[in-house]
């Protein structure tokens, strides 16, 4: 039996962009949801890659969203800052989704939406999607397929996710020391949680494809073991367990690099036992994470060929930066909780519905 129609309550959609072009397929979506009456009455478009006197630039829109639709510059901070100017730059609306400019909002998106938003209680700061990552069929997924469909299984995923605009205000909005879109929502999550408020599961469904990615991408996303830092500096060192964040290969990659600054050392020493046993400490440990990575994977010359070029890198660029990480934050303190539910007048939905379209 289907579920009668719920009236939608008003929401506006901000969606931080670098002008891909996955972004048109995500506004085609939306502006379905529109057309079957269930749209937005705001759409935000923060262009976030730096332009000539921060102008932003035309965007593909689709005419149905075209009425409701800015297009503002970022400041080219990363996605935490560009959803900051865009909630805020959408006026008094009582909900705000946030969608990533490569996902494609399923089916039936606005009705069921309308549904989460509907039923979410008082205290519920955040309504999320599910997410979906297809991945080719016929064969295994490669390392960066299987790290993109990791996020089907986040706990809190901003690629679709609808927050009531009292809990951003709450919580001061995203952290923008989170440059990277990593970590920046796992962290704002645990603010809300800390204040009180509830982040629920929605019915919803968004669909994320695999972006295209180059062999070395699984270095650059190394990147992430500073923001790893950051959380601990914020959170405590239990916030992995609290974010249901995997913990990763740290410390495995410490004692691998570890080995080989010791085999160098050894070598520029004269110490040429003790740096050959160090070498081969460090080619076990590289030999080791290749292993685990090809496991899993399709097993093709090019995917086993970037898998042992990477294994080889990997350990080192996440243990700089982590060590980067551990210099910049040094003096970061503990992260102060979001205030509390109803510490913040609540926006009254008829008013803000008629705030918006006047």
Do not use: K
Request: charged share 20%.
């Amino acid at each position: 039996m289907l579920s009668p129609p719920v009236p939608p309550l008003p929401y506006a959609v901000v969606v931080p962009t670098l002008g891909r072009a996955s972004l048109r397929a995500c506004l085609d979506s939306v502006a379905a949801a529109a057309d079957a009456g269930y749209g937005p009455v705001r759409v935000v478009l923060v262009h976030d890659r730096p332009t000539p006197a921060g102008r932003a630039p035309a965007l593909d829109v689709p005419a149905a969203l075209l009425p409701v639709t800015t297009v503002v510059a970022g400041r080219g901070r990363g996605p935490a800052a560009a959803r900051n100017t865009g909630f805020r730059a959408a006026g008094p609306v009582p909900w705000i989704v946030f969608l990533d400019d490569d996902v494609v909002p399923g089916p039936g998106w606005g009705q069921a939406l309308a549904r989460d938003l509907a039923s979410a209680a008082r205290d519920t700061a955040a309504v999320t999607a599910r997410i979906e990552v297809p991945l080719p069929p016929g064969r295994r997924p490669t390392d960066w397929e299987r790290n993109t469909a990791g996020l089907a299984t986040a706990r809190w995923i901003t690629a679709d996710m609808a927050f009531r605009r009292e809990a951003l205000e709450a919580a001061g909005g995203f952290d923008e020391r989170f440059r990277r879109a990593f970590r920046e929502d796992a962290e704002l999550a645990l603010r809300l949680l800390e204040g009180g408020w509830v982040l629920a599961s929605g019915t919803r469904r968004t669909t994320h494809p695999v972006r295209p990615a180059d062999r070395w991408v699984s270095v650059r996303v190394q990147a992430g073991n500073a923001d790893d830092v950051l959380m601990g500096r914020l959170h405590g060192p239990d916030w992995w367990g609290r974010a249901a964040a995997p913990r990763g290969r740290l410390p495995r990659h410490l004692a691998v690099t570890a080995a080989a600054v010791a085999a160098a050392g050894c070598a520029l020493a004269g110490r040429r036992g003790a740096a050959s046993w160090c070498a081969a400490g460090w080619a076990a440990g590289t030999a080791e994470f290749a292993a685990a990575r090809i496991a899993p994977g399709p097993r093709t010359r090019s995917e086993v060929l970037t898998m042992a070029a990477t294994s080889a890198v990997i350990p080192a660029a996440a243990v700089w930066h982590w060590l980067r990480g551990t210099l910049a934050h040094r003096r970061v303190g503990p992260a102060a909780p979001a205030a509390p539910p109803g510490s913040r007048p609540a926006l009254a939905q008829e008013s803000s519905r008629e705030q918006v379209r006047s």
